[in-house]
Nanobody
Framework: QVQLVESGGGLVQPGGSLRLSCAAS????????LGWYRQAPGKQRELVAA???????NYSDSVKGRFTISRDNAKNTVYLQMNSLKPEDTAVYYC???????????????WGQGTQVTVSS
């Protein structure tokens, strides 16, 4: 069974940092693209960062320069380093398993349960 388990969320002050982790199992991790999404109450889930099996990364304009996605294939884990956090970053953050053997990120219907990030003073 494909499993994606997010962790690392919490309450931080504006300007603070968090590192989210997504531990994966049940598939060949290294050949799949991965994405981080977020969903605030009453809003659509949006893609914030993605990384391909080859290590190519992409970011939404709202987080570019502040967030960094990375992967450790030896640990079957994808990370989202979140710096200079703003109140508008408050959301539940989810990881997604994308397509295999693709030069671009293509989402697929495999999701973790999410981790809450709250940015507030």
């Amino acid at each position: 069974q494909v499993q994606l388990v997010e962790s690392g969320g919490g309450l931080v002050q504006p300007g603070g940092s968090l590192r989210l982790s997504c531990a994966a199992s049940g598939f060949i991790f290294s050949i799949h693209a991965l994405g981080w999404y977020r969903q605030a109450p009453g809003k659509q889930r949006e893609l914030v960062a993605a990384i391909t099996s080859g290590g190519t990364t992409n970011y939404s304009d709202s987080v570019k320069g502040r967030f960094t996605i990375s992967r450790d294939n030896a640990k079957n884990t994808v990370y989202l380093q979140m710096n200079s956090l703003k109140p508008e970053d408050t959301a539940v953050y989810y990881c997604n398993r994308g397509a295999s053997y693709s030069g671009t990120y293509i989402p697929r219907d495999y999701w973790g349960q999410g981790t809450q990030v709250t940015v507030s003073s």
